[in-house]
């Protein structure tokens, strides 16, 4: 069974300061796909980004970075140089390789307060 | 690009009650998604429609919870009879095609449900 674990439930850090949220995942698969979906209080899940599980390649997209490491199981997101309107509720989420079935399996969510 | 459209955005009903909800996915995606994300908790796949054929409904509680997506493209979501513990918020999401899980889903605003 698939399983993804956030253990942060609320991080707050002061504006301008990196932050990390971590990810743990469990799966059988050998190819699978992760993602990290932004939740802001408007209440719709916002793609951020998509990693399959042969690609260990760290990606950066502007103040946002993800560290994907297969030999833990783990797939961390970073925000450089936080900005208040990095506030929302951050899920990472695992997905099967299967054809026909691209179930989402959410971890609980990290809360992420940046405060002015 | 229109997003995903949901409707209502709330709804309060007492238990015993019926409810529906409306999903208008973008246009051209063949795949919809029905997930419930219940309060401090992550979204969870209720059903997975690929045009008007279900492909996963294991966990969705087909003695009170019933979906369709007639001609392919919009879906409805009832819940009768509904129960306090089906409080939550209801997200229809939607991706381009189907296939091996690499192809990010686009959500709706949602349907907060409240049972009283």
């Known amino acids: 069974a698939q399983k993804v674990t956030q253990a942060q439930t609320e991080i707050s850090v002061v504006e301008k300061e990196d932050v990390t949220l971590d990810c743990v995942y469990e799966t059988r698969d050998t190819t699978y796909y992760l993602f990290w979906y932004k939740q802001p209080p408007s209440g719709e899940l916002v793609f951020l980004i998509r990693?399959?599980?042969?690609?260990?390649q760290n990606e950066i997209s502007g103040r946002y970075s993800w560290n994907f490491q297969k030999s833990t199981s783990s797939f961390n997101f970073t925000i450089t140089a936080s900005q208040v309107v990095d506030s929302a509720v951050y899920f990472c989420a695992l997905s099967e390789a299967v054809f026909g079935n691209e179930k989402l399996t959410f971890g609980t969510g990290t809360r992420l307060t940046i405060i002015p | 690009e229109a997003g995903v459209a949901q409707s209502p955005r709330y709804k309060i009903i007492e238990k015993r009650q019926s409810v529906a909800f409306w999903c208008n996915p973008i246009?051209?995606?063949?795949?919809l998604y029905w997930y419930q994300q219940i309060l401090g908790q992550g979204p969870k796949l209720l059903i997975q429609?690929?045009?008007?054929?279900?492909?996963?409904d294991s966990q969705l509680p087909k003695d009170r919870f019933s979906a369709e997506r007639l001609k392919g493209v919009d879906s409805t979501l009832k819940i009768q009879p509904a129960k306090l513990e089906d409080s939550a918020v209801y997200l229809c999401?939607?991706?381009?095609?189907?296939?091996?899980?690499?192809?990010?889903?686009?959500f709706g605003q949602g349907t907060r449900l409240t049972v009283v």
């Open positions: 990693r399959n599980s042969f690609d260990e």
């Open positions: 246009s051209g995606h063949a795949t």
């Open positions: 999401a939607s991706s381009l095609r189907t296939g091996f899980g690499n192809t990010e889903a686009f």
């Open positions: 429609f690929q045009n008007n054929g279900v492909v996963d």
